[in-house]
Each structure stands twice: as C-alpha cells, then as structure tokens.
C-alpha cells in the first residue's frame, strides 16, 4: 500500500512539472523542446560516423539509443530561447589516431541540418585535408581550423556571411585569397609560414573590421614591416599580437587610434620608440634580453597602462630609480617583472600600486624580508608570487588574511632561509585558495605539522608543501577536504603513517599528479587507491617503507597513468597485471623492493605484451630470478630497460634481438657464460654488464654500437685480446673493463677514442708498454669530446600542466610532472682509494686513467705527462720502470696519482709540490731515491704510507736523511750493481755445483746398491768405461 502510494506521487509530480512547463511555453509564446531536434541528432549520429574509422573510438558517449544530444560530449545547445537548437560544436581532437598518418575530407553537407550553429571547433582533427564542398552555416560567427597540418589550402569561406572569429595557427596555408571580404572581428594566423611576403600582409591591412589580430611565432622581421604601416587601414583594431618574431624595434602604429593591448614578448627587440603616442592599456615585453634601462623610458609615461609585463629580461634596479620610472605607473592592474635581475630588498614604490591583482616577482634576485606592506596595501591581490628569490628572517602567513580574493599565493624556492610562521587559522572559511605553494620553505617549528588553516580550504587546485620540514600523520585530510586537486606534492618531508586512512568512498577525478616520495610512509597501500583517483597521470611515492602487493586498481580503474614511481620500499609479490597493461604507461620505476615472480615466460607475455607504449622500465635490486622472459621483446618502443641486481641466470632471450635499446642495464646478475650476437647495439647510449660471469672473448654484436657513451664490462671472466675495432666507437667517454683476464698489449686503436674521459683498464693481464698515443685522449678536454653525454636518454618532452594567471598580461606557471627526463647515467669508478659512484656535473667533469694491476713493463710515456685535464691517473702494481716525469707537474688538474708497487727510479721531481689539488700520492714499493718533496701545500698532508718501501728515499715523513753532510741517501751506481750481480751470481752457480757433486758421491758411497746401478749405467752408455 504504501509503495503503491508513493508511485502515486512520484506520477504526479512529473504530471504538474511538465504542466507548467508547457503552459510557461504557451504564455510566453516559446516552442517547447525537452531534448535535441531530430533532424540535428540524425546529423550528429552522421558526424560520429564520419570521424570514425572502421572500428574507431571516436566520440564514445554519442550513442544512437540517448535522445537528448544537447547533453552529449562537446554540444551545447540554446537553452536562453528554449529552442534546443545545437549552437556550438567541439570536435577538436576527437579524430581517431588510426586515422593520423590518412589525409582525409569532411563532407561539408553533414552540418546543413544545424541551422543556428555559431561556434565550430575542428582544431586538431587528426589528417583533416579540407571539404568536400563550400561550407554552408549562415549563423557561423565563430570556426576554428587551428592545427590541421594537412590543410594545405584555405576553405572556401563564402558559406559563412556572419562569420566575426577564424582561427588558422599551425597550419601551412599557400595563400590567404579567400579570407578577403570578409567581415572578420578576430583572426588568429600563430604559428604559420603563410606570411613570408607584403601581399599576405596587405590582405590583413585592408580588413577593416578587424579588431584582434594575432600573427605571432611568423618569423616576421622589421624588413617585412617597412611600409606596411603606411597602408593600414584597421582603424577599429583594439589588441595586435605580434611575440615570437624576431623583431628588433617597435613597428610605427601610431595610425592605429584604438590599439589600447599590444603584445611583443619573445622577440630581439632593442628600440621601443614608436611606442611614444600610443594610449596603451595592455603591454607585453616578456623575453626580450633587454637589458638598457633607459630604452624603457617611454613606458614610464604611459599613464593609461594597466597591464604590464617585462619578465624574463636582463633588467636590474635602476628601472625603480629615478624621477621617471616604473614607479610612475601607479594605476597599474597588472604586474609581472619576473626572472630579471632585480636585487636588494622589494622597491617601496610596488606598495602604491594599489590597484594591482596580480604580481609577478619570481626568479630574481630579491632579499633580505618580504615587507608586511606588500600585501596589507593591495587588497585585490589575486596572483601573487614570490618563488626563487633568496627572502630572509620570516613570514607569517596570517598575513593572508586581510587578502580575502587571494587565490594564488606562490613562495617556493627561496634559498631555505625564510622562516614561514603559521600562527593560528589566519584565513576565514570564506577565503578559499585556488594555488598554494611552499616548497623548500622552512615553517617555525621542527617537523611541524600542516597548517591548521588548510583545514579550511576545500577549492585547492594545486596544493605544493615539499621540502618544507613537515611531520606528524600522513594528512589525508587534506585530500578528502580538497576534491578538485589536480597536483600534490609533499615530497621530502617526514610524514609517518598510512594511507589506509583513506576514505574508500573518496572520488576526485580532477588529480593529475601525486607525489609523497621520501617521506617515512609505512603500512600497505589501499586496494582501491586506484579508484579514487582514476584521471591519474603522474604517481610518485618512491623512498618510503610501503608494504605489501602493489594494488591491481592503479591501471584498473585508471586509463591515463604516465609514470610511475614505487621504487625504494617494501613491496612483495608479482608485477600486477593491470598495472603493465595501463595503455598510457611509458615510465615505471619498481626498484629496490621485493618484487618476485614465479611465472613462465608464457604467462607474463601474455599480462605484459597491451603495455607497449611502455618506454623506461627499471626492476633492479628486486629478487626476481631464473631467465630473462622473452616478454621483453614485445615491447617495441622500449628504449631503456634497467634489471640490474636479481638473479637472473642464463642467456638473454632471442627477442632481444627486435629492441632498439638506448640504455640497458643487466649488471648483478649470472648471464654468463656468453651473451646471444644478435643483441641490437647500434642505439645503445649506456650499456651495463658487470658482475655476470661473462666469458670469452669481447662480445661481438659491440662493434656496431657507434652511439655507445658507457661501457662497462667490469668483474666478469672475459678474455682474450681487446679487438681493433673497439677504437672505432667515437662516442665512447667511459670504457670500464677491470676485473677480467684479457691480456696482451694494450692495442694503439684506442687512442682513436678522442671523447673517453674515464677508462678503467685495471686488473687485467695487460702487458708490454703503455702506448704514447694516450696523451693525446681527451680524458676531460671537452674541445676535443663529442656530442656524447652521460644522461639516460628520454623518448619525448614530458607533459606537465601549465597553469595561466593574469587576465591581459598572462603569466604562465608550469607546474614540474615529471623530472626523469634525460636524468643523469652513474658511473662507478675507484678514485683516491674509493670506489665511488659519479652521476650528474659530477660525472660530466670527471676523467680518469686506470691500468693498477696488470703486467705493463718499460718506461711511463712523455705524453702522459701531457693530459692537462685529467684528474685521476693510476698506474700501481705493474712492472713500469725509468723514472717519475717532470711533466706530471703540468697536471694541474690532477687529484689523484698512484705510481706504487712498480720498480720506478731516481728522484721525486720537485716542481710536483705545485699540484695544488692532489689530495691522493702514492709512489710507495719503488726504487726511489734522494729526498722527500718539501713538506708545504698538499705534500704536508701525506703520511709515510705515500712513501714507504723505498729503502733509499729519506726525509719527512720518512727518517732523516743518514749523512753527516745532510746529503740524501743514494743507491750504488748502476754500473757497481750489474757488476756485484754477476760476481754473485758465479759464487753461487760454483757453490751450487760442488755442494751437489759432494753430495752424490757420499750417497753412492752409503748405498750399495744404487751404486752397482750407477756403474752399470755408465759401463752400458758410455764408451770410455768399456
């Protein structure tokens, strides 16, 4: 009874709803319409088609069974007249990728059913050549065409009479012929070839309806310009964009009377001097490289300006100085004078502005205390940001409160020496930040914790408190509290807990970026962490102590994952199969974990093998095992593949043979004892296999890596000669190969190798001379080294999300997603007695020679006196003789040098002592002689283990010198000691013979019987006894 009563009402309602609605309609004398028209529908259904290949995607939620098309994905329809007739229609990227490398046509007749459309979106359709026919919609105010690369030739646009907006950038137009008579209000031409002449520019000149046009990033030069401002006649013009040109002055506009915004950043310009005259109200002048204060004289006095922008110039402080300068422009609205050269503490004159709502004044180099006045004075703050400077004492963020339109408030980056206060709840629940930023600040209390007033906020868009010293529970509140966050970033604070706090019923498909990474996170990640977030791009939550399986709901729900970075915790169990199977993947970093898996080749294939996209994967120091999988060669795009530190075992798998490999990394593992010929060196930048039980001879598929910058071969069992054909690899820096058995003479080809800087040839059975040609390797004389470089290549430049403040001067804020891109190649090296691992600037500088450990014999060659840039030389435990070169004291660079355990003679040179960055010296276990080197500058530091073994060297720190002259012991002249070896050497021979003859005489003489055999034999073999 009572579900029947309830059905009743539920009728009822929706019987008095549309009632009304019909008799509003009737009295109003309005069509009624409750969805789309038919015919338009039919037509859109039609569209769908058309932008569809066979099996295309494109346009899922436009289904032929939902009657209301006005709800559809990029539709909007007039809801002020009640017509529901389609108004506006994106199509903008909605074409399918098959379809991208297809020129193709869009037939134009599909659009006659929508009558009242006025906005057409078709930017970026993928392959869009043009239409089959004229165009043909007489309400089109507005179409956009931007970034169709295969439209090479302008539509016929005489379809379209009320068309007032066209936009063409990115596109490679012939001419511009069919845009004349047109009536256009607004025309943007960005990004185009189509204006390399006068003509085209004429075309522009003669519409004289025209308002706002945009022909940046053209190339246009000041030539093209000349005489074209004596035929304009766009006397309605209101805003010119003329940035990302190369124009060196201010072309003549002053016939232009109602020009009030013009845009010229990112230009060469060095004259702004027809800037006098014009009653501008929006200036742009961003990227410029000016630099001559006094060329910006004639802005001070343009007492109209609201907008402003000269950021990223080479401008410093006398712009502030003086009867006229920037101070001047009090009425100013905006303000941007970002990365300049801005010194000393915040000018007082910026406090008068008191119109301002957004300013700029990032990445200079301001100091000393933010005044209290810069906020207190300008209560229409919306943007401010203050990131990268070097601000001092502190800051309260109570401050904020007397700003209640505050939305974006940027203080990162600020050299870690202002001290940011929080006091208590400074903001009011009515004031709701959009964009906050803190990172590599430092709050007042030791590992405090988040700002209470946060607790507030629930409009957070961008939400950065790393490296601010935070503690305490993990803030998931901040989170649940913040629905629409679309970056956050905690990363390098102390933050403890889990995240299981989180509440399961959580949803925020706005996020884009996470990153918690090197924090103390403990516990297991949720197993539906995935399903709160599923528009999740970047995830960063490396460095902590997480436990457990990694959830299968972070791909499962989420299609648009990027990159993702777990590594250095604790997680266990296998690779879950729908995170390899994200078809957006391309970076996954899973290192330093427990990760394990169990499965056959078979199986993994077939969990792995949807992920192609996938570019970088890194699953070393895991405790993976038994033969590579020959999944790996499934993923064809991949150019970076690190599984360092398992335990795999065996060959490497045929499919290696399909990678093209920039970076590879195997080391730590048991691949021994050889390595498949087919592997595909020829892209391969960085290749590491130390420490694998590698036998034979050098691995041949290497003599077709042409682009290889590091080799290392290190602690394995190959042998056999170095082959010539290793000098012809002219990109190689680093060629490690210690700690194997290849012997022989150290072939000259690799003097060929003009760009190495790191060669470790150590522990070996190397032997002969040093070859003299390695004086002329580089080993850090970058004039000499090639375009090689020790980073980890990266496929494509990362996306990041790019947020615009400022209303008609805008300021563009990137927001960092993801920093893997090009990161620095490690290096482990021996140095100083350290086996120590290089990477970045470190890496880039360092150049050393290593040959300790093997069998070289003969003199040290001259030239090695000659590597004026190296830092490290190793020459011990070999066979070297002759003396220490003069020439080393040319190494100025030179850290280190070890010459022990040879058989060097003579004395140390004494010009050595001006080698005032060695903190390494040993030529202990030699045959030196005379005096130490005088104990001042680095000699003072080095104890008698640098000198020891030399039993004729004296002086500290050694004993003095035995000699009542004060003279320093000698060894005997060579000539006495070759004489005193032969003489020896003929007492001992003499010795040796009689002792031996004695003896067997008393043994024949004691044994009867072996000396009846001794006879015997004499009287059998030798004739005389017969």
């Known amino acids: 009874m009572k579900l029947s009563l309830l059905r009743l009402c539920v009728v009822w309602t929706i019987w008095v709803m549309t009632t009304l609605l019909l008799l509003d309609c009737e009295l109003s004398g309005r069509p009624c319409v409750l969805g789309c028209m038919e015919d338009e529908r039919a037509a859109l259904l039609n569209l769908k088609a058309a932008f569809n290949s066979l099996n295309g995607t494109a346009l899922p939620l436009w289904h032929a069974n939902s009657r209301d098309c006005c709800r559809w994905e990029g539709i909007k329809c007039d809801n002020i007249a009640n017509t529901m007739r389609v108004t506006e229609l994106y199509l903008n990227g909605t074409r399918d990728n098959d379809e991208l490398l297809l020129p193709w046509l869009l037939d134009a007749s599909l659009f006659l059913p929508l009558e009242e459309l006025q906005v057409l979106d078709l930017s970026s359709t993928a392959g869009l050549a043009g239409f089959t026919s004229t165009l043909r919609l007489k309400n089109l105010r507005s179409l956009n065409l931007n970034d169709n690369l295969y439209l090479e030739q302008l539509p016929n646009l005489d379809g379209l009479p009320s068309l007032t907006e066209i936009f063409l950038s990115a596109n490679s137009f012939e001419n511009l012929n069919h845009l004349k008579g047109l009536k ?54 209101q805003s010119l964009d003329l940035s990302g040109n190369v124009l060196k002055q201010v072309p003549n506009l002053n016939g232009l009377p109602c020009l009030t915004d013009l845009y010229l950043s990112d230009n060469s310009l060095e004259h702004l001097n027809h800037l006098k005259g014009l009653k501008l109200e ?55 004078i970002s990365g300049n050269a801005f010194a000393g503490s915040i000018p007082p004159c910026l406090s008068n502005m008191t119109s301002l709502y957004t300013l700029g004044l990032s990445y200079n180099h301001f100091r000393g205390a933010i005044p209290p006045s810069l906020l207190s004075s300008h209560r229409s703050l919306e943007y401010i940001s203050l990131s990268g400077n070097a601000f001092e004492g502190s800051f309260s963020l109570a401050s904020l409160a ?52 946060l607790m507030q906020q629930h409009d957070l868009v961008v939400l950065e408190l790393s490296y601010t010293n935070l503690g305490g529970q993990f803030p998931s509140w901040l989170l649940e509290n913040n629905t629409k966050l679309q970056v956050f970033n905690l990363m390098g604070n102390s933050f403890s ?27 297991e990640l949720p197993s539906y962490f995935g399903s709160i977030f599923p528009r999740l791009k970047y995830l960063n939550m490396s460095r902590n102590s997480i436990k457990g399986r990694i959830p299968s709901s972070l791909c499962q729900t989420s299609q648009w994952l990027v990159s993702v970075d777990l590594s250095s915790n604790k997680f266990v169990g296998e690779l879950p199969e729908q995170l390899m199977r994200c078809p957006s993947l391309w970076h996954l970093l899973l290192s330093n974990n427990s990760l394990s898996d169990n499965r056959s080749s078979a199986e993994i294939s077939s969990r792995l093998l949807d992920s192609s996209p996938l570019y970088f994967l890194d699953l070393s120091s895991n405790k993976f095992s038994g033969p590579i999988p020959n999944w790996i060669g499934g993923f064809q795009g991949i150019g970076v593949l690190i599984l360092a530190d398992n335990s795999f075992r065996g060959t490497l798998p045929s499919s290696f043979c399909n990678l093209e490999l920039k970076y590879l990394d195997l080391s730590g593992n048991d691949l021994g004892p050889s390595m ?6 020829s892209r391969i930048t960085h290749l590491h296999l130390e420490r694998n039980n590698l036998r034979g001879p050098l691995p ?3 003599h077709d890596a042409s ?11 190959l042998s056999g000669v170095i082959p010539p054909w290793l000098g012809s690899l002219s990109e190689l820096r680093a060629l490690l190969l210690a700690g194997n058995s290849f012997e022989g003479l150290i072939p000259e080809e690799l003097c060929q190798l003009r760009s190495i800087s790191l060669m470790d040839l150590s522990r070996n059975h190397f032997s002969g001379r040093i070859p003299s040609c390695f004086g002329k390797l580089a080993f850090g004389n970058y004039s000499q080294a090639s375009d090689g470089t020790f980073q980890i290549p990266n496929s494509a430049a990362m996306e990041g999300v790019t947020k615009r403040y400022g209303e008609k001067t805008p300021i563009y804020v990137e927001i960092s997603m993801y920093t893997i891109a090009n990161s620095p190649e490690e290096v482990e090296f021996t ?24 069998n070289l014999s003969g003199s040290i060659p001259l030239e090695v006196g000659y590597l004026d840039d190296i830092h490290s030389l190793n020459l011990s435990y070999n066979h070297l003789t002759g003396s220490i070169l003069v020439t080393f004291s040319y190494l100025d660079q030179l850290e280190s040098l070890d010459l022990s355990h040879n058989g060097l003679s003579g004395e140390i040179p004494r010009p050595l002592i001006g080698l005032y960055r060695m903190s390494t010296f040993s030529i202990a276990y030699n045959n030196l002689s005379g005096r130490t080197p005088e104990q001042k500058w680095q000699f003072a530091t080095f104890t008698r283990e640098s000198y020891k073994g030399n039993p004729y060297l004296c002086g500290p720190p050694l004993e003095t010198c035995n000699s009542t002259e004060g003279s320093p012991l000698t060894p005997p002249p060579a000539e006495h000691q070759e004489d005193s070896f032969k003489i020896a050497f003929a007492w001992s021979f003499a010795g040796s013979y009689v002792v031996a003859f004695l003896g067997t005489v008393l043994f024949l003489c004691l044994s009867s019987y072996y000396r009846t055999l001794f006879f015997n034999f004499l009287y059998r073999h030798v004739p005389y006894f017969h």
């Not at 629940?429 to 590992?447: A, E, G, M, T, Y």
């Open 831 to 854: 140095s100083k007695y350290r086996h120590e691992s290089y990477k970045g600037i470190v890496l880039e500088q360092m150049s050393a020679l290593d040959l300790s450990c093997n």
């Open 700 to 702: 041949g598929f290497l």
């Open 497 to 523: 807990g889990n995240l299981n706090s989180l509440n399961s019923s959580l949803f925020n498909d706005e996020m884009q970026k996470i990153d918690v990474s090197s924090n103390s996170i403990e516990g």
């Open 184 to 237: 256009l209000e607004t025309l943007d031409l960005a990004f185009s070839n189509h204006l390399s002449s006068e003509d085209e520019l004429l075309i522009i000149c003669n519409m004289t309806s025209l308002k706002h046009p945009s022909i940046r990033e053209n190339n246009l030069d000041d030539s093209i310009f000349e005489g074209f401002t004596n035929t304009l006649r766009l006397k309605n013009l």
């Open 707 to 717: 682009s290889m910058v590091t080799l290392d071969l290190r602690d394995n069992a």
């Open 676 to 681: 498949l010929s087919c592997v595909n060196a």
């Open 282 to 336: 929006t200036l742009e002048l961003s990227w410029n490289e000016m630099s001559r204060e006094g060329e910006l004289s004639v802005i001070w006095n343009m007492t109209s300006l609201k907008h402003l922008s000269i950021g990223f110039n080479h401008l410093s402080d006398p712009i502030f100085e003086g009867k006229t300068s920037l101070c001047e422009l009090r009425g100013l609205e905006e303000l941007d």
């Open 402 to 453: 007397n700003n209640s339109k505050l939305k974006v408030f940027d203080l990162r980056d600020n050299s870690r020496r202002l001290i940011l206060e929080t006091g208590e709840a400074p903001l009011p629940s009515s004031h709701q930040l959009v964009d906050f930023r803190l990172s590599n600040c430092i709050f007042d209390k030791p590992h405090g914790f988040v700002p209470s007033f």
